[in-house]
């Protein structure tokens, strides 16, 4: 299959977009964007919010009773029907006929800048993987070698960058970076998105909850491994001299939108 074939197949074939009706909010991240930390600390906003119980770990499964997966029954029926997916979206999203008659909700697009995500998700899975990161970051246009390289970061930055170009108003953008520098803000921006009002103090609570060394401490035995992994080169060493050049070339040949990021400088954070 070749990258186009690949591309249509995306936007064409993936009708997961027609359960997003169902829900309130919905957010959508790409790979290796704080997924795991934003769930988490939103999870525990809204259980102090509505006075339940906190999710136990941040793990996926823990979190899902919260925010799940677009097939999940609701566990709690007294908080807001959410749902996240890393899911690049049909074209019937495009279409406002379509979106009115599928309902579909608000969406949180959390995002992170390539060059972060590349470094973040290669030192996470380079044990299973097993290739170097030159060899990595040349990626596999057809889509089955990685979980993500920069071939699928391409397929989603540009469908979801379609979308919130055609319907602004649906799309709250949230960076990983961002979100770093205020994480109280980014929450509260997510729960005024999704119509949700989080309690001051809650929100508080979750971000106390959020840092690197209190999910240390709710780590679930049962969960996937390094998921709060530290990566131990620099953006700066990581990207330079050839492997520049390879990022550099396939930045300018698959990207149509940025999603706010100049791609060729490292982010700060």
Not at 11 to 23: C, E, I, K, Q
Not at 58 to 67: C, D
Not at 149 to 160: E, G, K, P, T
Request: proline share 7%.
């Amino acid at each position: 299959m070749t990258y186009a074939a690949r591309v249509w197949n995306d936007n064409w074939m993936n009708f997961s977009v027609l359960r997003h009706g169902a829900f309130d909010g919905f957010l959508v991240t790409s790979k290796n964007s704080g997924t795991h930390w934003v769930k988490y600390m939103f999870a525990v906003a809204l259980a102090d919010t509505y006075g339940i119980e906190r999710p136990k770990y941040f793990s996926e499964n823990a979190v899902r009773p919260y925010i799940g997966w677009p097939k999940d029954d609701p566990v709690f029926p007294e908080l807001p029907r959410l749902a996240f997916s890393h899911t690049i979206p049909h074209r019937l999203a495009d279409w406002g006929w379509a979106r009115r008659l599928a309902r579909l909700p608000p969406y949180a697009l959390c995002v992170r800048h390539p060059m972060s995500i590349l470094a973040s998700h290669h030192a996470k899975w380079e044990y299973d993987i097993q290739v170097d990161w030159l060899e990595y970051l040349k990626g596999d246009p057809d889509g089955k070698r990685y979980r993500c390289d920069l071939y699928w970061l391409a397929r989603f930055w540009n469908r979801w960058g379609e979308v919130e170009t055609a319907f602004p108003a649906s799309i709250l953008r949230v960076q990983y970076e961002g979100t770093r520098a205020d994480p109280a803000g980014t929450l509260d921006a997510i729960a005024r998105h999704w119509g949700i009002a989080l309690k001051p103090d809650a929100i508080t609570a979750a971000v106390a909850a959020g840092t690197k060394d209190a999910m240390a401490l709710k780590v679930d035995p049962d969960a996937e491994p390094n998921v709060l992994q530290n990566r131990q080169q620099s953006l700066e060493t990581l990207f330079s001299g050839e492997a520049m050049d390879i990022y550099t070339a396939r930045v300018r040949e698959l990207f149509r939108h940025d999603l706010g990021y100049d791609f060729l400088t490292p982010p700060k954070a």
